[in-house]
C-alpha cells in the first residue's frame, strides 16, 4: 500500500513545541516534494508547508511562518515539522502528502493535487 506514515502528535500546552515525521511506505519520496496539511474540526483540509527535492526550498502558510519548519532527511526517508509556540488554533490533524512533483508549485495548499496521503497524526494544543 502506498502511503505516508505520519508520527510525533501529541497533547502540548499553548507555547510548547513538537516535532512530526512524515516516512514513506510503499515507495520512495526521494524525488518528490512533500508537503504537510493539516484539518481541524468543522474545517477544511488546508496546506501548511512544502519542501522541494530539488533545492530543499521551502514554503509556508501565512499562519505558520516563523513557527514551523519544515526539514528533510533524504538519507532516511523522513520529512519532518517543527512546531514551535503552538497555539490552539493549530489543534488539528497533521497529514503529509505528495502531488509526485520534485518542487513545491503555486498550488501546494490544494488538497486535490496530491496524489498520496498519510492517515494523519493528531495534534492538540490545549492548557
Known amino acids: 500500500q502506498v502511503q505516508f506514515v505520519e508520527s510525533g502528535g501529541g497533547l502540548v500546552q499553548p507555547g510548547g513545541s513538537l516535532r512530526l515525521s512524515c516516512v514513506a511506505s510503499?515507495?520512495?519520496?526521494?524525488?518528490?516534494?512533500v508537503n504537510w496539511f493539516r484539518q481541524a474540526p468543522g474545517k477544511e483540509r488546508e496546506g501548511i508547508s512544502c519542501?522541494?527535492?530539488?533545492?530543499?526550498?521551502?514554503v509556508y502558510e501565512e499562519s505558520v511562518k516563523g513557527r514551523f519548519t519544515i526539514s528533510r532527511d533524504n538519507s532516511k526517508g523522513t520529512v519532518y515539522l517543527q512546531m514551535n509556540n503552538l497555539k490552539p488554533d493549530d489543534t488539528a490533524v497533521y497529514y503529509c502528502?505528495?502531488?509526485?512533483?520534485?518542487?513545491?508549485?503555486?498550488?501546494?495548499?490544494?488538497?486535490?493535487?496530491?496524489?498520496?496521503w498519510g492517515k494523519g497524526t493528531q495534534v492538540t494544543v490545549s492548557s
Open positions: 510503499g515507495f520512495s519520496l526521494y524525488h518528490y516534494a
Open positions: 502528502a505528495t502531488d509526485r512533483s520534485s518542487v513545491c508549485h503555486g498550488n501546494y495548499r490544494n488538497p486535490k493535487v496530491m496524489d498520496y
Open positions: 519542501i522541494s527535492y530539488m533545492d530543499g526550498r521551502t
